[in-house]
């Protein structure tokens, strides 16, 4: 978390010092010219010309989990024209072709920055051609997008969803491995980055470990879908050990069908999941999930410094991997009254 504590701190450095470069915040700025306003995003707050906020126009994925809820929270609280932003903020529904319309629109308002966590990988490149047509910088927050073109985005800023499934597959291998496990997973959304990765970065952990996955579905990271799907899992097969759901949200979905079906979650079917929201965290404190792995949401600092810098010209890190811990029940139980989100 230190490096989180680094980024806020830079950012309200960074939010004079681009202020002070945009000649916002200067006092001797020059007065307005006669009628000349602009009205920022967040509650018509009225800025003489010239306290020039970034304009940044946001596309976010949807409201599917927790972890999306914290998300979208960390963006609206740190990009507020009292840090120097008037925010655009859509929300996609988890369709991609909300998330392409609600780009295009940034493009036609003629935005200073443009940012969006991808829903899917792939699918990006003529809508990402038109914003660097526009001369309009894209910053990736969570999720990549899969494309050869890397001039194409000016930053991703995201977790490393491939070691996030290594870590989870790492832990079931030394807690089941010689049990003869059989594992059902519960995918995040098909065609996602963390689907995608999440998947890769367990099955190359449990390689060569006794525990087999006997089925896979995605539950789109939602908690309903993933109670549909382990309720059907549960009424194919007799012999379910271990479930490894990509998302606490697709777990919490799955002990609810574990215990409709008369048996105890953490206990006669251990439950692996990531993210570490506090409705994930309250279930492994309470010994119905077994294990999980953090993908921290708060990228809201991270954003808006490298939106800043961007903004003044400066150079910015092609790839900002954020930092993510894991947890088992002792650990959850620790951290569970300072939790943020
Ligand atoms: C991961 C993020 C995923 C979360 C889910 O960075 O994209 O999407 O793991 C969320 O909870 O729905």
Redesign the pocket.
């Known amino acids: 978390m230190a490096r989180k504590m680094w980024m806020r701190g830079t950012v309200a450095a960074l939010s004079a010092t681009a202020l002070l470069a945009l000649g916002a915040c200067s006092s001797e700025q020059a007065p307005a010219a006669e009628g000349e306003e602009t009205t920022s995003d967040d509650g018509g707050e009225t800025e003489e010309a010239g306290d020039e906020l970034i304009s940044i126009g946001f596309s976010q994925?949807g409201a599917?989990?927790g972890?999306?809820a914290a998300n979208t929270k960390s963006i609206q609280d740190t990009l507020t024209a009292d840090n120097g932003f008037d925010l655009s903020f859509s929300d996609a529904q988890q369709k991609q072709e909300n998330q392409i319309q609600a780009i295009r629109s940034y493009i036609a308002q003629g935005v200073d920055v443009i940012s969006f966590?991808p829903v899917v990988e792939t699918g990006w490149g003529p809508v990402l051609e038109e914003a660097k047509a526009a001369d309009i910088p894209v910053i990736l927050t969570?999720?990549a997008v899969d494309t050869e073109d890397d001039t194409l985005y000016e930053s991703f800023i995201?977790?490393d969803f491939v070691l996030e499934g290594e870590m989870a597959g790492e832990w079931a291998v030394e807690q089941y491995d010689g049990e003869g496990y059989q594992m059902v997973e519960l995918q995040?959304t098909t065609g996602?980055a963390?689907a995608i990765d999440r998947k890769e970065g367990f099955a190359d952990a449990i390689a060569g470990s006794d525990i087999e996955v006997i089925d896979s579905q995605t539950g789109n990271?939602t908690r309903t879908e993933g109670k549909q799907v382990m309720e059907g899992f549960l009424q194919k097969y007799d012999e379910i050990d271990l479930v490894f759901a990509?998302?606490d949200?697709m777990g919490l979905g799955a002990i609810e069908a574990i215990e409709a079906a008369g048996m105890t979650p953490g206990e006669d079917i251990k439950i692996i999941t990531?993210?570490a929201v506090k409705d994930g965290m309250q279930a492994l404190a309470d010994g119905k999930i077994n294990y999980i792995v953090e993908?921290n949401p708060l990228l809201g600092p991270d954003l808006a410094e490298v939106a800043q810098k961007v903004v003044a010209g400066e150079e910015v890190e092609k790839r900002i991997v954020v930092e993510d811990k894991t947890f088992d029940q002792e650990a959850a139980v620790e951290a569970l009254p300072s939790r943020e989100y």
Do not use: A, T
């Open positions: 994925v599917e989990s972890w999306r966590s969570d999720r995201g977790s995040g996602s963390p990271f990509h998302n949200d990531i993210d993908c």
